[in-house]
T-cell receptor, first 113, second 112 residues
Framework: EDQVTQSPEALRLQEGESSSLNCSYT??????LFWYRQDPGKGPEFLFT???AGEEKEKERLKATLTKKESFLHITAPKPEDSATYLC??????????????FGKGTKLSVKP | DADVTQTPRNRITKTGKRIMLECSQT?????MYWYRQDPGLGLRLIYY???????NKGEISDGYSVSRQAQAKFSLSLESAIPNQTALYFC???FGGGSTQYFGPGTRLTVL
């Protein structure tokens, strides 16, 4: 069964304190791994897509990396405005969920000034 | 203007009432999706549509129905709402398979 597990569930950081969020996955052939940011009461906002192990993408203070079993979202010197829930999703090549996104439950990040 | 819009944004209704949530998009995407989000459960797929004539059930379709009125419009109906359908509902769109899904702002539905 295709599955996505995110850890930790919640993360509290001080402004400037770098850290990483983890997304572990099992999938019947990975078509793509997606990271989204979600603010309270709003729709998920697309951040990155990763397609193959070893791939990396960056946007401002965020950097996403991918291995064959997990992805990391690295946050460098975070600011309070980075506070949000970060969602990871995978898209399978094969099987019943082929083509659809399977989401993890998210990591709620809080950055204190 | 937003690329994916949802109406209403908030709705409070009573058990047994019929409710329709609407989604419109100006992105020109062919695929549209309906998700619900519950605290601690993440986003779960209700229905998805690859084009106007192709509608498919997702993970949790029981109690819901959909209509794809046009390429740009996808509606979700609750024929007889029940309290455990209280949730945040999101519409999403994508172009073709294997591509990024873009989400609307959501509808907060409360069933009393």
């Amino acid at each position: 069964e295709d599955q996505v597990t995110q850890s930790p569930e919640a993360l509290r950081l001080q402004e400037g304190e770098s850290s990483s969020l983890n997304c572990s996955y099992t999938v019947s052939g990975l078509r793509g791994l997606f990271w989204y940011r979600q603010d309270p009461g709003k729709g998920p906002e697309f951040l990155f897509t990763l397609y193959s192990a070893g791939e990396e993408k960056e946007k401002e203070r965020l950097k996403a990396t991918l291995t064959k079993k997990e992805s990391f979202l690295h946050i460098t010197a975070p600011k309070p405005e980075d506070s949000a829930t970060y969602l990871c999703a995978v898209q399978a090549k094969y099987g019943g969920s082929q083509g659809n996104l399977i989401f993890g439950k998210g990591t709620k990040l809080s950055v204190k000034p | 203007d937003a690329d994916v819009t949802q109406t209403p944004r908030n709705r409070i209704t009573k058990t047994g009432k019929r409710i329709m949530l609407e989604c419109s998009q100006t992105k020109g995407h062919d695929r549209m999706y309906w998700y619900r989000q519950d605290p601690g459960l993440g986003l779960r797929l209700i229905y998805y549509s690859f084009d106007v004539k192709d509608i498919n059930k997702g993970e949790i379709s029981d109690g819901y129905s959909v209509s794809r009125q046009a390429q740009a419009k996808f509606s979700l109906s609750l024929e007889s709402a029940i309290p455990n359908q209280t949730a945040l509902y999101f519409c999403a769109t994508s172009f073709g398979g294997g591509s990024t899904q873009y989400f609307g702002p959501g509808t907060r539905l409360t069933v009393l």
